[in-house]
């Protein structure tokens, strides 16, 4: 399990928003950004993938957002967010008849980080190569897929599996070299009401990712000096 502290990252978001969006592959902030704390496979509990995964030898190019269309539990520790992870990969396997989990990463209504597809975490680490996932046709081979744990068509969801969302996707970005702006919704490839009002939502997450990919930019640069 990769366990690093988890700080704020929407510090600035208003203010560096703008100016973030400015930010390339090749800017040192991409070097920047710190590591949410996610859990892998094998510390929640998953099976073994039934056939081999195909690993593709390059970095993806966008993210797809996704809810999860399960309940909106109230239970917000880690032991759900475990079980949540598990349910959905018994659903994918046992009843979709996948390989594995569909998606590469799972965020839980409390803001807890496991990691969906085998692979995808040491994959995202590595930042070079990516596990192809079953999250959204036409896609699968192109990019990140995240799940939000939820139905989110009348509602939002809480404010822990928000700003986990956006500390997940900003490390991504720095991981792949993926702007900010190819942050996308399932329903932007597929008939689909997925993931809901979070699709509404996409601009500001884009403009938060891109703030904290500032914010820690700028930080980088202050201890750098003499």
């Given at each position: 399990?990769?366990?690093?502290?988890?700080?704020?990252v929407?510090?600035?978001?208003?203010?560096?928003?703008?100016?973030?969006t400015?930010?390339?592959?090749?800017?040192?902030?991409?070097?920047?950004?710190?590591?949410?704390?996610?859990a892998?496979?094998?510390?929640?509990?998953?099976?073994?993938?039934?056939?081999p995964?195909?690993?593709?030898?390059?970095?993806?190019?966008?993210?797809?957002?996704?809810?999860?269309?399960?309940a909106?539990s109230?239970?917000?520790?880690?032991?759900?967010?475990f079980?949540?992870?598990?349910?959905?990969?018994?659903l994918?396997?046992?009843?979709?008849?996948?390989?594995?989990?569909?998606?590469?990463?799972?965020?839980?209504?409390?803001?807890?980080?496991?990691?969906?597809?085998?692979?995808?975490?040491y994959?995202?680490?590595h930042?070079q190569?990516?596990?192809?996932?079953?999250?959204?046709?036409?896609?699968?081979?192109?990019a990140?897929?995240?799940?939000?744990?939820?139905?989110y068509?009348?509602?939002?969801?809480?404010a822990?599996?928000?700003?986990?969302?956006?500390?997940?996707?900003?490390?991504?970005?720095?991981?792949?070299?993926?702007?900010?702006t190819?942050?996308?919704?399932?329903?932007?490839?597929?008939?689909?009401e997925?993931?809901?009002?979070?699709?509404?939502?996409l601009?500001?997450?884009?403009?938060?990712?891109?703030?904290?990919?500032?914010?820690?930019?700028?930080?980088?640069?202050?201890?750098?000096?003499?």
């Amino acid at each position: 399990m990769s366990r690093i502290t988890r700080r704020g990252v929407l510090r600035g978001a208003v203010l560096l928003g703008g100016a973030a969006t400015l930010l390339g592959p090749a800017d040192p902030a991409w070097a920047a950004v710190e590591q949410p704390t996610i859990a892998n496979c094998g510390t929640w509990g998953a099976r073994p993938p039934s056939r081999p995964l195909t690993i593709d030898q390059y970095r993806p190019n966008k993210i797809i957002v996704h809810h999860t269309a399960m309940a909106n539990s109230t239970d917000y520790s880690q032991a759900h967010a475990f079980q949540n992870s598990r349910d959905i990969q018994d659903l994918h396997m046992d009843t979709n008849g996948w390989l594995d989990s569909g998606q590469h990463f799972t965020n839980s209504r409390g803001g807890w980080l496991t990691e969906g597809r085998n692979g995808s975490l040491y994959a995202l680490l590595h930042g070079q190569t990516m596990v192809q996932g079953s999250h959204c046709k036409g896609q699968n081979d192109q990019a990140i897929g995240i799940e939000n744990e939820g139905t989110y068509l009348t509602g939002q969801p809480p404010a822990a599996l928000w700003n986990s969302l956006v500390a997940f996707c900003a490390f991504t970005c720095r991981q792949y070299a993926i702007p900010a702006t190819e942050i996308y919704g399932h329903k932007d490839f597929n008939v689909t009401e997925c993931p809901g009002l979070l699709h509404d939502r996409l601009p500001e997450l884009r403009a938060a990712v891109a703030a904290a990919i500032a914010v820690a930019a700028s930080g980088s640069a202050g201890t750098s000096r003499p």
